[in-house]
């Protein structure tokens, strides 16, 4: 019986300790998208790795990756190590926490850029266990520059519409409307730029016999991997065409009469 007993009490250990927290990650803290608002003077981009890590546990380390490329490592016990392309970049003084284990678990990256779109990951590992988490940023650079204009070729009798945009990334999607929600094919022009920035155009080109006079034109810009949308819209009118006014009656009664006594006053001296 001590032997089943203790059989038991061994088997009942095990389980426990496999089921034991060890070290776990339990919020990653990584934002979908992230603004330049200021691109010259940016605000810091703050990513932060919350875990639990369990008392019988050692030799911690937690790292940052971007794209599976290591930028970041920190033990508690030593100052944090800023890696590759963001050895510059982040601030080693920054914290979210006072506690020991937990002081430089965030990282604040100082002036953001386009190229630091990616999957950040967090790792925290002990000589135990482990534990890692992934989540793709998309970082955004508003537009210097958003135009929708409609004019008149009056020497091939064409209406075209440009919508342009300048300096904007990532690459921005443009689709121009009819009436608000009719998209009409476009011819695109976009182009990325020596700053890495995206400009260009998208055009159409219509009869103007297939446009009503007035009609409501749309332009939505849209950046893919993101909620960003921009709309610019005008009224297309053709000042072009010509409106012929038919008289009525009275004025053409009046003419007549006019045109009548002018003749008999011409004729009257003789």
Known sequence: MWKLLLLFGLWTSIVVRDFSIAVMITNLKVPT??????????DPLILDCEYEVDSTETGFVLKWLLNGVQIYQWIPEHKPFP???????????????????HRHRAISIIKPEWNMTGEYTCSVQTFQ????????????????DFQL????????NDVIIVC?????????????LFNNDQPVHAIKNLKKMPNHLYSGNVTVELPRSQIES????NCVLTLPGSNYTKRRETIFYDQGLTTTVEPCEEEISSAISRLEGDGLREESPN
């Open 164 to 176: 342009s945009v300048q300096n904007v990334f990532p690459e921005p999607v443009l689709t121009i």
């Open 129 to 144: 266990s482990s534990d890692r988490k992934s989540s793709y940023l998309q970082i955004i650079v508003p537009e210097t």
């Open 149 to 156: 204009t409609a004019k008149v070729d009056f020497a091939a």
């Open 214 to 217: 007035p009609t409501p034109i």
């Open 33 to 42: 998208t992230y603004t330049l608002e200021d691109i010259k003077n940016p």
């Open 83 to 101: 890696l590759g392309s963001m050895k510059s970049r982040i601030d080693t003084s920054f914290s979210l926490s006072t506690d020991f284990h």
